[in-house]
């Protein structure tokens, strides 16, 4: 009986083993940023049908998989927003994967096409609290976020100068929720990853500056961020992260990251 309980005891060790972050299997596993889903998703796909390499994705935000990396729970950690000093100290680095726009995002009833960012920024503090005081109809604006630690949210407050200023009618989990929400509401305005714009929602120019491809990647659409991988600086990934992250940033995944909606930094 002894050495079945043994035996028994030994095969979940071995079970543990195999599943768990960094192990000598064919996996890897990422953690982060909801608004890197597709990027990652298309990386993931080819690279898994080329090598046989499962790629695993947990949509946390980046601040969650910061904190998975720091704590060594998974491979590789996305975020879309830059390291802060204290994740650096705390012996963190940031390899920037892409270049993402933050689209201003609102229901396609919406007759408002453009903004300032000046104007993003009083929508988003209440100076301006009215669509009819911007262009639009006589309706009070909905105002549509990200939750605090949310990548997206760090980039749009930076950008727009509204960091802890932001009076939020709803902060929501995941870029997804916001769009669902926005889509929904004729009198809601949102943000979220240019990569991940339905049309279910309209996408507003920012001081007459439409965002795309060719406008994130030239900097003339204002409001965008990088996407970003994270490592520890003195730890090896193990041999099947460590290729996957150099078959990431190579040229040979420009095209990829451009079909998710990105634009390479490579």
């Given at each position: 009986m002894k050495k079945v309980i043994s035996l028994i005891a030994s095969i979940a060790l071995l079970a543990t083993t195999i599943t768990g972050c960094g192990s000598s299997q064919k996996s890897v596993s990422t953690d982060g940023s909801t608004s890197m889903e597709k990027v990652i998703g298309v990386l993931s796909e080819a690279y898994s049908k080329q090598t046989g390499i499962t790629v695993t994705y947990n949509p946390t935000g980046s601040s969650a998989g910061i904190k998975a990396v720091?704590?060594?729970?998974?491979?590789?950690?996305?975020?879309?927003?830059?390291?802060?000093?204290?994740?650096?100290?705390?012996?963190?680095?940031?390899?920037?994967?892409?270049?993402?726009?933050?689209?201003?995002?609102?229901?396609?009833?919406?007759?408002?096409?453009?903004?300032?960012?000046?104007?993003?920024?009083?929508?988003?503090?209440?100076?301006?609290?009215?669509?009819?005081?911007?262009?639009?109809?006589?309706?009070?604006?909905?105002?549509?976020?990200?939750?605090?630690?949310?990548?997206?949210?760090?980039?749009?407050?930076?950008?727009?100068?509204?960091?802890?200023?932001?009076?939020?009618?709803?902060?929501?989990?995941?870029?997804?929720?916001?769009?669902?929400?926005?889509?929904?509401?004729?009198?809601?305005?949102?943000?979220?990853?240019?990569?991940?714009?339905?049309?279910?929602?309209?996408?507003?120019?920012?001081?007459?500056?439409?965002?795309?491809?060719?406008?994130?990647?030239?900097?003339?659409?204002?409001?965008?961020?990088p996407f970003v991988l994270v490592t520890k600086k003195d730890q090896k990934l193990s041999n099947e992260a460590q290729k996957f992250f150099d078959y990431m940033t190579s040229s040979n995944a420009k095209n990829l990251i451009a079909a998710a909606g990105v634009v390479a930094a490579n």
């Open positions: 720091q704590d060594g729970s998974c491979d590789i950690g996305l975020s879309s927003r830059n390291l802060k000093q204290a994740e650096i100290d705390a012996g963190l680095q940031a390899t920037i994967l892409a270049y993402d726009g933050i689209a201003i995002i609102v229901n396609p009833q919406n007759t408002v096409s453009d903004l300032t960012i000046t104007q993003i920024a009083d929508i988003y503090t209440e100076n301006i609290k009215n669509w009819s005081e911007v262009g639009g109809s006589n309706t009070e604006i909905v105002k549509i976020g990200r939750e605090a630690g949310s990548g997206t949210r760090d980039g749009f407050e930076t950008i727009t100068g509204t960091s802890d200023k932001c009076l939020y009618r709803q902060e929501l989990a995941s870029t997804g929720d916001v769009i669902a929400t926005v889509a929904g509401n004729p009198n809601a305005i949102g943000y979220a990853s240019y990569a991940s714009i339905k049309d279910t929602v309209k996408a507003l120019s920012v001081n007459q500056v439409a965002p795309s491809e060719t406008t994130i990647k030239s900097g003339t659409y204002e409001i965008q961020r």
